[in-house]
């Protein structure tokens, strides 16, 4: 029996690229030491027409050097990368031709391939591709009509307090440890009640509406691009 079931799996890459894309911020899993070890951290997704890997692109990320991850992240190690997209409760309450119990729907993906070093002098753009992802004023990290900070500042950051020089940058720099992985698989889950009717799924919508957060109204909003119901 296929699990999750064939009507919550993703296969689109699009659609799962949009996800690592939307929701940075993942769960890097590897065994290390003997043990499974879990590392949040941003992720920068390079499609294979923007220089990743075919067919499904590529990740980059850095941790600390004493992240005892490190080790086999050098070696090569096979590692899942998990990005989770919006979720919420969903009620019995709110199906009007069901009854059962209560769930939870949710968007996720996952990437799995092996991990390899960055080259040194790939290091420095890696740092500044995701100070760039991040500083966009568009791009919902920062405040709209916010002056963006550079990692090693303008000619216009001379005054800037924040300017960080590029001594301090490089000495930064040996204290990570920068990798890239070439993903090798990339599959998702869309679990958006597929398998109730449409009197049930336009119930559960209106719910999270009415909820009103950022989670349930992004659930809600996935839920209406569904196919219809036949």
Same mark, same amino acid.
């Given at each position: 029996?296929?699990?999750?079931?064939?009507?919550?799996?993703?296969?689109?890459?699009?659609?799962?690229?949009?996800?690592?894309?939307?929701?940075?911020?993942?769960?890097?899993?590897?065994?290390?030491?003997?043990? @499974?070890?879990?590392?949040?951290?941003?992720?920068?997704?390079?499609?294979?027409?923007?220089?990743?890997?075919?067919?499904?692109?590529?990740?980059?990320?850095?941790?600390? @050097?004493?992240?005892?991850?490190?080790?086999?992240?050098?070696?090569?190690?096979?590692?899942?990368?998990?990005?989770?997209?919006?979720?919420?409760?969903?009620?019995?309450?709110?199906?009007?031709?069901?009854?059962?119990?209560?769930?939870?729907?949710?968007?996720?993906?996952?990437?799995?391939?092996?991990?390899?070093?960055?080259?040194?002098?790939?290091?420095?753009?890696?740092?500044?591709?995701?100070?760039?992802?991040?500083?966009?004023?568009?791009?919902?990290? @920062?405040?709209?009509?916010?002056?963006?900070?550079?990692?090693?500042?303008?000619?216009?950051?001379?005054?800037?307090?924040?300017?960080?020089?590029?001594?301090?940058?490089?000495?930064?720099?040996?204290?990570?440890?920068?990798?890239?992985?070439?993903?090798?698989?990339?599959?998702?889950?869309?679990?958006?009640?597929?398998?109730?009717?449409?009197?049930? @799924?336009?119930?559960?919508?209106?719910?999270?509406?009415?909820?009103?957060?950022?989670?349930?109204?992004?659930?809600?909003?996935?839920?209406?691009?569904?196919?219809?119901?036949?």
């Amino acid at each position: 029996m296929a699990y999750p079931p064939a009507y919550y799996q993703e296969h689109a890459p699009e659609a799962l690229w949009q996800l690592l894309h939307d929701y940075p911020f993942a769960l890097l899993c590897i065994t290390a030491e003997g043990r @499974i070890t879990a590392t949040h951290l941003p992720m920068l997704l390079i499609t294979p027409e923007h220089g990743g890997a075919a067919p499904y692109g590529s990740l980059e990320a850095h941790v600390a @050097i004493n992240n005892p991850a490190v080790a086999a992240l050098r070696a090569g190690a096979e590692v899942l990368v998990v990005a989770s997209g919006p979720h919420a409760y969903v009620s019995p309450a709110w199906y009007p031709d069901s009854r059962t119990v209560p769930t939870w729907n949710y968007l996720s993906a996952q990437a799995r391939g092996r991990a390899e070093a960055l080259p040194a002098e790939r290091v420095l753009p890696h740092l500044e591709a995701l100070v760039t992802r991040f500083e966009q004023p568009d791009a919902g990290y @920062i405040p709209a009509g916010s002056h963006p900070w550079t990692l090693q500042g303008t000619s216009a950051d001379k005054e800037n307090p924040s300017r960080v020089d590029p001594a301090t940058v490089q000495q930064l720099m040996r204290g990570i440890f920068a990798f890239r992985i070439d993903i090798a698989e990339l599959t998702g889950v869309r679990k958006l009640n597929q398998n109730k009717s449409a009197r049930d @799924i336009a119930s559960v919508i209106r719910h999270l509406q009415a909820i009103g957060t950022d989670q349930t109204r992004a659930v809600a909003a996935a839920m209406a691009a569904l196919p219809p119901k036949e």
